[in-house]
């Protein structure tokens, strides 16, 4: 039987086995994503600087949005490479056309990346 799978909202991996944040309370599973290697519950905090201590609900998506763009620009690479599918991966990173279909995955404005120009597609 295959289990339910929930979807990272920072890079769009569709493995993750519990969800980010519970719905309705917002609590964060302080799990790790194997691919983008964020935790939730404590990057959005500590792995990006929007000059808060603890970053506010209503600024998670701009939390999001700041780590995404860290992570991409700074080649994608894989957080957990055992966990994380071998056939998604390139030398521990993100394979560039997997990177996108992830992002398709969380209905992105994609164009309005101008980061992704620098990332070879
Ligand atoms: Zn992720």
Same mark, same amino acid.
């Given at each position: 039987?295959?289990?339910?799978? #929930?979807?990272?909202?920072?890079?769009?991996? &569709?493995?993750?086995? !519990?969800?980010?944040?519970?719905?309705?309370?917002?609590?964060?599973? #302080?799990?790790?994503?194997?691919?983008?290697?964020?935790? +939730?519950?404590?990057?959005?905090?500590? &792995?990006? &600087?929007?000059? #808060?201590?603890?970053?506010? &609900? =209503?600024?998670? =998506?701009?939390?999001?949005?700041? +780590?995404?763009?860290?992570?991409?620009? @700074?080649?994608?690479? *894989?957080? +957990?490479? =055992?966990?994380?599918?071998? =056939?998604?991966? *390139? @030398?521990?990173?993100?394979?560039? !056309?997997?990177?996108?279909?992830?992002?398709?995955?969380?209905?992105?404005?994609?164009?309005?990346?101008?980061?992704?120009?620098?990332?070879?597609?």
């Amino acid at each position: 039987m295959k289990m339910k799978t #929930y979807i990272c909202p920072i890079c769009g991996y &569709d493995g993750l086995d !519990e969800p980010p944040y519970e719905k309705g309370s917002n609590a964060p599973s #302080y799990n790790i994503c194997s691919c983008c290697y964020f935790e +939730y519950g404590f990057s959005e905090d500590h &792995d990006i &600087d929007l000059g #808060y201590i603890v970053t506010p &609900d =209503e600024m998670k =998506e701009a939390a999001f949005q700041l +780590y995404r763009k860290q992570w991409i620009e @700074n080649g994608a690479v *894989v957080g +957990y490479t =055992e966990s994380y599918p071998k =056939e998604f991966q *390139v @030398n521990g990173k993100v394979k560039p !056309e997997i990177l996108i279909k992830q992002l398709n995955r969380l209905e992105l404005p994609l164009d309005n990346f101008t980061f992704l120009e620098g990332f070879k597609l």
